[in-house]
């Protein structure tokens, strides 16, 4: 399992973003542990980037 690093300026947009939707504020968490426990999994609809950031 990796270990996500909240970043002071992503905690402040979460926030923000659920102020007004509080119920999203359980998604996001959830879509995070999902992230942590399985990148590809596929409700998170990852993909190969394209153009500049091609190979990141």
Do not use: C, N
């Amino acid at each position: 399992m990796r270990k996500v690093i909240w970043e002071e300026g992503f905690r402040r947009a979460v926030r923000r973003r659920t102020r007004k939707q509080p119920q999203l504020q359980a998604k996001i968490i959830q879509t995070l542990i999902d992230l942590a426990s399985d990148s590809f999994m596929p409700s998170l609809k990852t993909h190969k980037l394209q153009g500049e950031l091609k190979g990141l």
